[in-house]
């Protein structure tokens, strides 16, 4: 089994507003990532978890804000975004440091900031 | 400067006509190299991890190689359903976060 889960697939919501994305993997991996894709673009790296722990912050506006509950569940907390973090928000897991292997994709929450 | 690029951007064949697609990296030290197909509006799908000059997998129609600074990907007699962005990603030095290529699109016409 390779899947990585989320959900929503899609989401709409307005700059007030306090939602969460949700992301599941049950391979035993040890790396959480999410990414943020705006249209045809690759995949921008936002946060890593490794072990549960926040490893990397790639500078990201605190209006995003990540957390890691358990080894197989990720979330992001978004609040307060503006229409220019519309984009597609891709959670990937891979076994994680010293472990030279491919990262695994979920399919992805389409996010709609109005 | 990009340390993985892609080429072509873009890419249009007729269905039948093979064609390759290329990934290069500029720094040493890489540790594996994968390949991804991405359709629009989903998440990439993983295709092949490569670790060592001369590897080569194959799946399907795709045929991915390695040498010392470059991937290819050979589509053979691709299919309209071939049609999507596929995207490489490479692990350099110590790092186990795999670093992307801007993609090629490929739209194969029927």
């Known amino acids: 089994d390779t899947e990585v889960t989320q959900t929503p697939k899609h989401l709409v919501m307005g700059m007030t507003n306090k939602k969460s994305l949700k992301c599941e993997q049950h391979?035993?991996?040890?790396?959480m990532y999410w990414y943020k894709q705006k249209a045809k673009k690759p995949p921008e790296l936002m946060f890593v978890?490794?072990?549960?722990?926040?490893?990397i912050n790639e500078s990201v506006p605190s209006r995003f804000s990540p957390e890691c509950p358990n080894s197989s569940l990720l979330n992001l907390h978004l609040h307060a975004l503006q229409p220019e973090d519309s984009a597609l928000y891709l959670c990937?897991?891979?076994?994680?440091?010293?472990?030279?292997?491919?990262?695994?994709f979920g399919q992805g929450t389409r996010l709609t900031v109005v | 400067e990009d340390q993985v690029t892609q080429s072509p951007e873009a890419l249009r064949l007729q269905e039948g006509e093979s064609s390759s697609l290329n990934c290069s990296y500029t720094?040493?030290?890489?540790?594996?190299l994968f390949w991804y197909r991405q359709d629009p509006g989903k998440g990439p799908e993983f295709l092949f991890t490569?670790?060592?000059a001369g590897e080569e997998k194959e799946k399907e129609r795709l045929k991915a190689t390695l040498t010392k600074k470059e991937s290819f990907l050979h589509i053979t007699a691709p299919k309209p359903e071939d049609s999507a962005t596929y995207l490489c990603a490479v692990l350099l030095g110590g790092s186990y976060i795999p670093t992307f290529g801007r993609g090629t699109s490929l739209i194969v016409h029927p």
């Open positions: 391979m035993g991996h040890r790396a």
């Open positions: 978890y490794s072990y549960e722990k926040l490893s």
């Open positions: 490569l670790y060592s």
């Open positions: 990937a897991s891979s076994q994680g440091p010293a472990r030279d292997t491919e990262a695994f």
């Open positions: 720094v040493s030290g890489l540790r594996g």
